[in-house]
């Protein structure tokens, strides 16, 4: 394939900002759908007839969609980014204000990107079931459950852009969550990392509770990476109680069987939480601080778990590694660079990064 040259900067110019980054040589890129599946309506097509009658039409849909970067002398393992709730691959792309995001920082240092859009939603919207979309105003639920302040302002040492401008940008990227089992997404991401080859499967939020599942039925995972996920998964009869919580978001945990369970030993985990999160096992006032409480401390009971089996995870809270100010959106935040610095040096520890 002809090779040609992608820069960072080229991105930040629309915003009017400047980037340091170098150009990047791409060997491939382009994008393709995994997984998925097709539904046919009763009765045998004929296209004779009336094109109204749908008999024995076909729909194919439940599918993940993927864009995919491949710089020259690439590492070894790609990079799979799964958003969360209410996003789409979006979420790892430029950043609100315009400054690189994951995709690109990554893509820069060597490493083949694949940025997924999860089955029914954002490039993968078709879905081989029906929903209705209601369009509840609701920016303002997740700016403080986001954690970047109590509406309408900004927690004094938020580290997320603060001009009308980028939130704007912020609140457009979200979009709707169709309600979707998680079998459907693990079965689609699974298809993704067989056409992505081994990889590390990189998270967020609402995708940690596929992402886990994933990890633990393809054997193309060789490690997971996760930005403050929802939820974890427990062996049968090992499930930790639900804590009191004033966030209308209890944080519950997943469960699996040991067998399962055991598939997360086998690779290197690691997760990452922001700032503004309370420690402690009462509840505050602030529902947004709250709402991350309870799974951090619910993290924490899952690596004492995982310890206990031999497994290899951590869990770091950002600001006891001297980063401070993170949203939940860390990929985003104005010190991005810095916490992909922190998952970088992760992923040389535990040799994925060769």
């Not at 029906?130 to 580290?159: E, I």
């Amino acid at each position: 394939m002809k090779k040609f040259f992608i820069t960072a900067l080229t991105a930040s110019l629309v915003f009017g900002t400047a980037s340091a980054m170098k150009p990047v040589t791409i060997s491939e890129q382009g994008s393709f759908m995994a997984g998925g599946k097709v539904i046919t309506s009763a009765g045998v097509y004929n296209g004779v007839n009336d094109p109204k009658d749908f008999s024995g039409n076909t729909l194919h849909g439940d599918h993940a969609y993927v864009f995919y970067q491949i710089p020259v002398k690439a590492k070894k393992y790609s990079l799979v980014f799964l958003h969360g709730y209410g996003q789409s691959g979006k979420s790892w792309e430029t950043t609100p204000d315009g400054r690189d995001g994951f995709q690109n920082i990554f893509l820069e240092r060597g490493y083949k990107t694949f940025i997924v859009d999860q089955p029914r939603r954002g490039r993968a919207g078709q879905s081989t079931e029906p929903y209705t979309f209601p369009a509840k105003p609701d920016d303002q639920l997740w700016f403080n459950n986001f954690r970047m302040g109590q509406w309408p302002n900004f927690y004094d040492d938020v580290a997320f852009p603060r001009d009308e401008e980028s939130l704007s940008q912020f609140f457009h990227q979200m979009t709707p969550s169709f309600p979707t089992e998680q079998k459907v997404i693990v079965d689609a991401m699974i298809a993704v990392f067989e056409k992505s080859g081994e990889g590390i499967l990189i998270t967020h939020s609402a995708g940690g509770g596929s992402g886990w599942m994933t990890a633990i039925q393809s054997d193309k995972v060789k490690g997971v990476i996760a930005l403050e996920p929802g939820t974890f998964p427990f062996p049968k009869g090992e499930l930790p109680a639900v804590e009191d919580t004033t966030s209308p978001f209890p944080a519950v945990a997943q469960e699996v069987s040991r067998e399962e369970f055991m598939q997360l030993t086998k690779i290197p985990i690691v997760v990452y939480f922001g700032d503004n999160i309370p420690t402690g096992d009462k509840p505050v006032a602030n529902w947004g601080f709250d709402n991350w409480r309870t799974r951090l401390n619910l993290a924490r009971k899952w690596e004492a778990v995982m310890k206990k089996y031999g497994g290899e995870v951590e869990i770091v809270y950002l600001p006891d590694v001297g980063i401070r100010g993170n949203t939940h959106f860390l990929m985003a935040d104005l010190n991005n660079i810095e916490v992909a610095n922190v998952m970088e040096r992760w992923l040389k520890s535990k040799n994925l990064d060769k």
